[in-house]
């Protein structure tokens, strides 16, 4: 399996523009996390979702943030309009949390990148 | 509520000795513990998992977490660093009834000098 995949890895954007990430998570993987990371705020879970339905969106910083996971094999970060304190890296996470030895590992995507100017 | 304490924003080894990276959890009912490492530019990897069952747990690149109830914590340890293993290093906590869903604490930086 290639892991979780993101896209794109690195994007450079001017503020008041609509970001969207994307990522595919591992196949068979039935719940999906959303995670950013800055040097001041550490790591922080967004939103994440089990079978497609969003549980707990109540990270989501604020209504310029939107989530989606349309089928199982993909979900969209998007912020609308950008701002510059939105740079961060942002990860993707996948789990089976009822998956045997497995059960809730998250498996982590490389990031994306996103510098807003 | 569930929580991961992670007491030090860094720890300084030297290659060869023992390394500790401390973590206290608060969780309600059966604790589900991990640790996690992070490279630079690059996503968190999973190192070990306690669910049940022996307190010592053994995981890659030859980490190591004992977890003590009483404590309530759950300290990664190597019994001889590498400068490779300098890292970020994450602890996360979940219980069983939990949908899948992390806490992770807020990391610590380990440093190996040769």
């Known amino acids: 399996d290639a892991g979780v995949i993101q896209s794109p890895r690195h994007e450079v954007t001017e503020m008041g523009q609509e970001v969207t990430l994307r990522c595919k998570p591992i196949s068979g993987h039935n719940s999906l996390f959303w995670y950013r990371q800055t040097m001041m705020r550490g790591l922080e879970l967004l939103i994440y979702f089990n079978n497609n339905v969003p549980i707990d969106d109540s990270g989501m910083p604020e209504d310029r943030f939107s989530a989606k996971m349309p089928n199982a094999s993909f979900s969209t970060l998007k912020i609308q309009p950008s701002e510059p304190r939105d740079s961060a890296v942002y990860f993707c996470?996948?789990?089976?949390?009822?998956?045997?030895?497995?059960?809730?590992?998250?498996?982590f995507g490389a990031g994306t990148r996103l510098s807003v100017l | 509520a569930q929580s991961v304490a992670q007491p030090e924003d860094q720890v300084n080894v030297a290659e060869g000795n023992p390394l500790t990276v401390k973590c206290t959890y608060s969780v309600s009912g059966n604790p589900y513990l991990f640790w996690y490492v992070q490279y630079p530019n690059r996503g968190l990897q999973f190192l070990l998992k306690?669910?049940?069952?022996?307190?010592l747990v053994k995981g890659s690149y030859g980490f190591e977490a004992e977890f003590n109830k009483s404590q309530t914590s759950f300290h990664l340890k190597k019994p001889s660093a590498l400068v490779s293993d300098s890292a970020l290093y994450f602890c996360a906590v979940t219980h069983g009834g939990s949908q899948g869903n992390l806490i992770f604490g807020k990391g610590t930086k380990l440093s190996v000098k040769p």
């Open positions: 996470a996948s789990s089976f949390p009822s998956g045997g030895a497995a059960k809730n590992i998250q498996y």
């Open positions: 306690y669910i049940t069952g022996d307190n």
